[in-house]
């Protein structure tokens, strides 16, 4: 089973994407999160329900440089925080890595660990609509991770091309929502404690055509 895993929202600076989410969706980001040894990168996480969890991710001014591009395209990320990707945890990592979503690596933080697809070139797929894969070891950051009332309520992926992207998806065992746009990019509604709220791409923020199933409703 392929499923979605977590969102990932960039920043310039991590403080500068702690900022704007807790604006955005008017809720306190718990201290949870940490520093990537293998990437250069450091992050803070949200719990969305449901095993699911929004990511804010940026290059750690503090790491040395990783002697390899890092993950999710950031050595060229630039403008406001928004969501750029997201990540699909399966049981089948070595089998849809082999469709050419990259190596599959080994990462750490902290006490956790997990293996991910790596792109040697740091690239995102299609833009960003289709995820890296992952799949984690004994732990999952959801298992400590604090509640703060958020849940992902809906969440659309966003393509000028959506004929082309569905077919890769269904390689990999997803099926989810495409719309129309000019942009790649990602819409996600959230219900959080100061009400619904909606994190989107810098292109992506306004919806187009739907040309596959419902969006994704998450419980």
């Given at each position: 089973?392929?499923?979605?895993?977590?969102?990932?929202?960039?920043?310039?600076?991590?403080?500068?994407?702690?900022?704007?989410?807790?604006?955005?969706?008017?809720?306190?980001?718990?201290?949870?999160?940490?520093?990537?040894?293998?990437?250069?990168?450091?992050?803070?996480?949200?719990?969305?329900?449901?095993?699911?969890?929004?990511?804010?991710?940026?290059?750690?001014?503090?790491?040395?440089?990783?002697?390899?591009?890092?993950?999710?395209?950031?050595?060229?990320?630039?403008?406001?925080?928004?969501?750029?990707?997201?990540?699909?945890?399966?049981?089948?990592?070595?089998?849809?890595?082999?469709?050419?979503?990259?190596?599959?690596?080994?990462?750490?933080?902290?006490?956790?660990?997990?293996?991910?697809?790596?792109?040697?070139?740091?690239?995102?797929?299609?833009?960003?609509?289709?995820?890296?894969?992952?799949?984690?070891?004994?732990?999952?950051?959801?298992?400590?991770?604090?509640?703060?009332?958020?849940?992902?309520?809906?969440w659309k992926l966003?393509?000028?091309?959506?004929?082309?992207?569905?077919?890769?998806?269904?390689?990999?065992?997803?099926?989810?929502?495409?719309?129309?746009?000019?942009?790649?990019?990602?819409?996600a509604l959230l219900?959080?404690?100061?009400?619904?709220?909606?994190?989107?791409?810098?292109?992506?923020?306004?919806?187009?055509?739907?040309?596959?199933?419902a969006s994704p409703?998450?419980?």
């Amino acid at each position: 089973m392929t499923r979605l895993d977590h969102l990932v929202l960039a920043a310039q600076t991590l403080q500068e994407g702690v900022e704007y989410v807790q604006d955005t969706l008017e809720v306190v980001l718990p201290p949870a999160g940490g520093r990537h040894p293998l990437m250069g990168t450091h992050n803070r996480l949200l719990n969305l329900g449901g095993g699911v969890y929004l990511e804010i991710i940026a290059i750690d001014p503090q790491a040395p440089a990783p002697g390899r591009p890092r993950w999710f395209e950031l050595d060229r990320f630039t403008g406001p925080p928004r969501l750029l990707t997201w990540v699909a945890r399966t049981e089948a990592l070595e089998r849809y890595a082999a469709l050419g979503l990259g190596p599959v690596t080994k990462a750490s933080r902290g006490d956790l660990e997990w293996h991910i697809t790596l792109p040697e070139d740091g690239r995102l797929h299609w833009g960003g609509v289709v995820p890296y894969l992952i799949e984690w070891g004994a732990r999952h950051p959801t298992d400590t991770l604090p509640d703060t009332g958020c849940r992902l309520l809906a969440w659309k992926l966003l393509h000028p091309q959506p004929g082309a992207v569905a077919p890769v998806l269904q390689q990999l065992g997803l099926v989810y929502s495409l719309e129309v746009s000019f942009h790649p990019g990602l819409w996600a509604l959230l219900q959080t404690p100061a009400g619904r709220k909606v994190l989107f791409s810098q292109a992506g923020g306004s919806a187009g055509r739907k040309t596959g199933p419902a969006s994704p409703e998450i419980g």
